[in-house]
């Protein structure tokens, strides 16, 4: 069962990321936690990819935009084998392949760079472009968070993929509604985010981000007329209580003691979920 198989690599990679978060004791611990469940069904239900051959040219393109969400991809690409799960150990350690904030030229399976936000989307309008005149029929997955949404940037892109057709290119918001300097809403508000995507030229679905079944469902609609984005409305901190309702979110501080009891209410919470 498709669904099965996400759900349960999502939990795992869950884990990683508390383990990794304890190695820092702080983090972007919440993003990577609300996030799992997309960063799952990518990985372990859509990607074309070989994992001893993570350059391989037929593969699909991921582009983590989101630099900071760095820990919850390394996540991903250990549970697709394409970084070994003991290496998660070195995450944010000096020589590490693993910082903190996404490099392409350190860790395999990074297809891009992170940092200043906004620059994903035009680099993924870019790539599904080039592949298009190449003739690769590889689709490229672009990552990106609802703060993005404030650059404009990112819809000069958005513009430039309808222009284009780019019906290779698929966008994923995470719509936590939560950013650096506070409440997304508070910053700047960009609701009616679906009808600004549509207005661009995409085929747009908007679904809960923390619902496996939702997300596979929401691929299996993709458009092959236009470039598609799928909206994923999450939680930060999903899976675990007692980060899920920490005021402080955005960059999390999390006590030596506390760690064990995130990993002890993700188990908990995961048990009652079907096979």
Known sequence: MRAAKVRDAAYRMRHHVLNMGEAQGQGYVGQALGA??????????QLRFRADDPDWDGRDRFLLSTGHYAIGLYAAL???????????????????????????SYTPGMEISGGSLGHGLPVAVGMALGLRHQGNG????????????DEGSTWEAAMGA???????LTAMVDINALQADGPTA???RTEPVPDK???????????DGNDVQALLDAFDRISTEAPSVILCDTKVGKGVPLLETREKAHFMRIDADEWQICR????????????
């Open 36 to 45: 799992a469940d997309m960063l799952a069904t990518v990985y372990a239900d």
């Open 186 to 188: 508070g910053v700047l």
């Open 264 to 275: 002890d209410q993700l188990t908990a919470g995961y048990q009652g979920v079907p096979a």
């Open 138 to 149: 590889a689709r490229v997955l672009n990552f990106l968070s609802d703060g993005e949404l």
């Open 78 to 104: 250990a549970e697709a084998g394409i970084v070994d799960v003991a290496e998660l150990d070195t995450y944010g350690s000096d020589e590490s392949r693993l910082p903190m904030s996404g490099m392409a």
């Open 197 to 207: 995507w549509a207005a661009c030229g995409w085929h747009v679905q908007r679904v």
């Open 162 to 168: 309808s222009h284009h057709g780019l019906t290779n």
